[in-house]
């Protein structure tokens, strides 16, 4: 094998190897806030918010996704909820201790959205919806969905 036929090989086997160390691919999916590290990153935002926000209308359907090559979970703050809004969290939990004690009980995984994968909630309740992710909560994982009539 000549030495050029040799590198051109070479460098499509690192490039094929590397793709997949890259994260997960969701380029097929449709999603308004990604996952990435130790941040949410909605796909559009509201200049000027203290943390990552996002903006939606009552009825409308937001789609997180997991574009990181780690577990995350999507979960509300009971407290930074408006008032008659339902509790959410991936997993399907019924409150935050129930979500903090499952993700600490199933060797840190309740709720846990795999890399790849994503999680939706539909908001009928208007104003501030406070969420974090239990696992790098510390680290500042956090956003808001801002919705509006």
């Not at 000027?48 to 359907?61: I, L, N, R, S, W």
Request: charged share 20%; proline share 6%.
């Amino acid at each position: 094998m000549n030495r050029r036929a040799f590198l051109a090989a070479g460098s499509a086997l690192a490039a094929t190897s590397l793709a997949g160390c890259l994260g997960p691919s969701l380029a097929d999916s449709d999603y308004d806030i990604g996952m990435a590290s130790n941040a949410f990153s909605p796909q559009e935002g509201v200049e000027g918010a203290d943390q990552p926000t996002y903006p939606a209308t009552v009825g409308e359907t937001v789609t997180w996704a997991n574009t990181d090559s780690r577990k995350h979970t999507v979960t509300a703050y009971e407290s930074g909820l408006p008032e008659g809004a339902g509790y959410w969290a991936s997993g399907g939990f019924d409150s935050e201790p129930e979500a903090r004690e499952a993700w600490r009980k199933n060797l840190q995984g309740g709720g846990n959205i795999a890399p790849g994968e994503t999680y939706e909630v539909t908001f009928e309740v208007p104003g501030k919806h406070y969420y974090f992710c239990i696992p790098h909560e510390g680290a500042g994982m956090r956003g808001k969905i801002l919705v509006e009539e």
